[in-house]
């Protein structure tokens, strides 16, 4: 699939994104993104702003492919590096600086994950539904969704007869933030979200 196909990599000019901005310009307008959601009613959104714990990617240098995540009390939790002296390598580290994951890029890329995966192609993990509405992965056995809603990409757990949000990402300018529920931090989700941000945001083929 060409980089240009991957539904949530490009975000308009402003606080968000439009809707009619992530899919490849040549191809149908997308369906509806609730009605193409596997859920009987709309998910419930938006959260209430002291239930998100929020997760700030800034610094980029030049992108988000080399950057710090800043988490509760601006204090730095990851760092996302693509080092010159690794050519095709991104790395993700925590705040002790081990390494947590990686993307080898290829033509198809690979990734693997500390304690969540082990390598294998993106696209195999992050799935693109065939209607390209939204992405599909699999963490302890469990599904989730990513799918656009409104002026973000939001995280939901999928299988449940009401939907709700666990995490949402957007961007301002030149930081992107990431919102997540306690319950998704208690579901170990936030390393697996730190990575899905930069993969949907680096503006790269990974698929």
Not at 107 to 125: D, H, M, V
Not at 143 to 168: D, F, M, Q, V
């Amino acid at each position: 699939m060409a980089s240009n196909h991957n539904p949530f990599a490009t975000w308009s000019a402003g606080n968000g994104y439009s809707s009619n901005n992530i899919w490849n310009q040549d191809s149908a307008p997308p369906p509806s993104i609730v009605g193409a959601l596997p859920y009987p009613h709309s998910p419930s959104y938006p959260l209430p702003p002291d239930e998100l714990i929020t997760y700030t990617f800034t610094s980029f240098n030049p992108t988000i492919l080399n950057c710090t995540v800043l988490g509760p009390h601006n204090r730095p939790y990851f760092q996302v590096v693509t080092d010159a002296s690794m050519p095709g390598y991104t790395l993700w580290k925590d705040g002790e600086r081990k390494n947590i994951a990686l993307v080898e890029w290829q033509n198809t890329p690979l990734l693997e994950a500390r304690g969540i995966l082990t390598k294998q192609q993106i696209t195999n993990w992050l799935r693109l539904a065939p209607d390209r509405s939204h992405r599909t992965l699999e963490f302890r056995g469990n599904r989730y969704i990513w799918a656009p809603y409104s002026s973000h990409i939001c995280l939901y757990a999928a299988g449940t007869a009401t939907p709700k949000t666990l995490a949402k990402v957007s961007k301002s300018f030149n930081i992107i933030s990431l919102e997540m529920t306690p319950e998704a931090i208690q579901l170990g989700l936030l390393e697996i979200c730190v990575i899905v941000t930069v993969l949907l945001q680096c503006g790269r083929n990974i698929d």
